[in-house]
């Protein structure tokens, strides 16, 4: 894994707030070449221990809903490059033709999708992607291209590198989908409200960048699936607003 030089960045992204990343980042070219390596190691690793639960969910998932084993959406990565992201399909068929962003009662979610998500087990099937090199491990998750049109220029820093698997902010917004619950208008609330916050510690983390950071925040996210609550002063921040103001209506 390695920076591109800066004149080779898309031109969106050479802006004054973006270098500020890409300097951290230029002198990181070990820990960045670990991280692929570590990448593709943890990912082999983990394929061919839970290949047998895997096999199970798409059993599972073909004999709950008609539609494919994996919903493939358009997401954007690493210098703005899109591509199809695996994710085990919780959802019916064309479900992503109305919003993006799922809330926990949300009607499209199949029977087994509801258990899928409870174990946190959709995005499990990225470790494809990462062994692609489209993702990695650790980093700012991957959004749809309509939500990446909505970033500021400080927010286009955190495609410096692949998108990840898993980060501090997914950690921080866990119950996301309860924030959610709380809004009228979903894709609204998420680009005014949860997205800053997320790219809050998404672009702390790249400020951060290092391996063991990597490897601390993939500890966390092991105890956040496991049911560990993880508190950061934006989301909870967040949190309190959207409460207040469902309060109002």
């Known amino acids: 894994m390695k920076i591109v030089k800066w004149e080779q960045l898309p031109p969106e992204m050479q802006t004054e707030a973006v270098r500020k990343y890409y300097d951290i980042l230029k002198k990181k070219k070990w820990s960045l070449r670990w991280k692929r390596l570590f990448d593709i190691f943890a990912c082999v690793v983990a394929l061919v221990t839970f290949s047998p639960i895997y096999l199970v969910l798409a059993?599972?998932?073909?004999?709950?809903?008609?539609?494919?084993?994996?919903?493939?959406?358009?997401?954007?990565?690493?210098?703005?490059?899109?591509?199809?992201?695996?994710?085990?399909?919780?959802?019916?068929?064309?479900?992503?033709?109305?919003?993006?962003?799922t809330v926990n009662h949300d009607s499209r979610i199949t029977r087994v999708g509801r258990l899928i998500r409870a174990c946190r087990l959709d995005e499990t099937a990225q470790l494809l992607d990462v062994i692609q090199g489209t993702l990695t491990l650790v980093g700012t998750r991957p959004e749809s291209p309509?939500?990446?049109?909505?970033?500021?220029?400080?927010?286009?820093?955190?495609?410096?590198?692949?998108?990840?698997?898993?980060?501090?902010?997914?950690?921080?917004?866990?119950?996301?989908?309860?924030?959610?619950?709380?809004?009228?208008?979903?894709?609204?609330?998420?680009?005014?409200?949860?997205?800053?916050?997320?790219?809050?510690?998404?672009?702390?983390?790249?400020?951060?960048?290092?391996?063991?950071?990597?490897?601390?925040?993939?500890i966390m996210t092991v105890f956040a699936v496991l049911g560990k609550k993880y508190e950061g002063e934006q989301s909870v921040a967040d949190t309190k607003e959207l409460e207040r103001e469902k309060t109002k209506v």
Request: neutral net charge; hydrophobic residues 40%.
């Open 59 to 101: 059993i599972a998932i073909k004999l709950d809903s008609p539609g494919p084993v994996f919903y493939r959406q358009e997401r954007v990565t690493q210098y703005g490059k899109r591509f199809r992201i695996h994710k085990f399909r919780t959802m019916v068929q064309n479900a992503d033709k109305g919003s993006q962003v």
């Open 146 to 218: 309509r939500y990446v049109a909505a970033y500021n220029n400080e927010m286009m820093a955190t495609l410096l590198l692949p998108a990840g698997v898993t980060s501090l902010a997914s950690i921080y917004y866990k119950d996301e989908a309860e924030l959610l619950d709380m809004a009228e208008d979903t894709d609204s609330v998420y680009i005014e409200k949860i997205l800053p916050g997320k790219m809050y510690y998404n672009l702390k983390s790249l400020e951060n960048f290092g391996l063991w950071n990597d490897v601390l925040t993939m």
